[in-house]
C-alpha cells in the first residue's frame, strides 16, 4: 500500500520539536515516506492543500519546499496526519491506524472532542493523528478541514463521513499525565483526556500527543517523550 505521513508546524515551533519527532520517525519507521512541512497557514487549511491544491495555492504553500514532494490530488492509498507534537511509539503504530481505515473506507485515529462547542458531544477523528484515503476525501466531496462553528480542526471530515453513512474508527484513550494545573477535556461520559495523552487499541499503547504544542512547556514535554523512545 502506498502511505504518506506528514506534520506541519509554523514558526512558533522549536526546531528541537521538529527534530525529535524526525528522529522518533526515523527509529521506528526509516523507510517511510514522512514529510515535515513548514507552513504559513492554519492547520485546517494546510490539511486541504495537502490533498487537493489548486494551482494558485501551491507556490504560497511550498515556503520553499520542494515542488516535487507535491502533487495537485494526492495518489497515495492513504495520508497519515501527524500534529508536529504527536508520536507513533512502536513500530506497529502505523500499520494498525492504516488497516483501521479498511482499505480507506473510513477515517481512523485519535477521538476528540470539541468542548467549547455546543455540538452534542460529537466525537471525531482529530488531526493529531488522523488516517484518510485520499480517494475517500474526494468521494466526500473534498470538506474542508477549518474550523466551522460545529466544530473544531477536520471535524467537517467527520461530520460530512457520517452524514453520508460512514463511520469513523477510533483509537482508545489509554491515559494521560494527571498535572496538577494541567488542561483536561471530556471525551465521552466520564472519559477524560488531557496533556499528554496516550492512545491505543486493544491495550497496546500506540500514538503520543503532547497537546498544546505551541506552548514552551508542552514543547519540552515531547521531547522528553520522543527522548524516552529515542
Not at 37 to 54: A, C, K, N, P, V
Not at 182 to 204: A, M, P, S, V
Request: hydrophobic letters at 40%.
Amino acid at each position: 500500500m502506498n502511505v504518506i505521513i506528514v506534520s506541519f508546524y509554523m514558526s512558533n515551533i522549536n526546531p528541537e520539536v521538529v527534530r525529535h519527532q524526525k528522529m522518533v520517525m526515523d527509529k521506528l519507521y526509516p523507510n517511510s515516506n514522512f514529510l515535515q512541512i513548514s507552513t504559513q497557514y492554519r492547520h485546517g487549511q494546510s490539511m486541504d492543500l495537502f490533498l487537493f491544491q489548486r494551482k494558485e495555492d501551491i507556490v504560497v504553500f511550498l515556503d520553499g519546499q520542494s515542488m516535487d514532494l507535491f502533487l495537485f490530488q494526492r495518489k497515495e492509498d492513504i495520508v497519515v496526519f501527524l500534529d508536529i507534537d504527536a508520536i507513533p511509539l512502536t513500530t506497529s503504530s502505523i500499520p494498525k491506524i492504516i488497516e483501521m481505515t479498511e482499505n480507506g473506507s473510513k477515517i481512523a485515529g485519535s477521538p476528540q472532542r470539541s468542548n467549547h462547542i455546543d455540538n452534542n458531544e460529537h466525537i471525531f477523528i482529530a488531526p493529531s493523528t488522523l488516517a484518510i484515503s485520499p480517494q475517500l476525501y474526494r468521494d466526500l466531496g473534498c470538506p474542508s478541514a477549518l474550523e466551522t462553528n460545529r466544530g473544531d480542526v477536520a471535524e467537517e471530515w467527520t461530520y460530512t463521513l457520517e452524514e453520508r453513512g460512514g463511520s469513523i474508527a477510533e483509537l482508545d484513550l489509554m491515559g494521560f499525565e494527571m498535572e496538577p494545573h494541567g488542561e483536561r477535556w471530556y471525551l465521552r461520559g466520564d472519559q477524560i483526556y488531557g496533556l499528554n495523552t496516550t492512545f491505543g487499541i486493544n491495550g497496546q499503547e500506540l500514538f503520543f500527543h503532547a497537546f498544546q504544542g505551541r506552548m514552551a512547556s508542552q514543547q519540552q514535554s515531547f521531547i522528553n517523550k520522543c527522548k524516552s523512545i529515542l
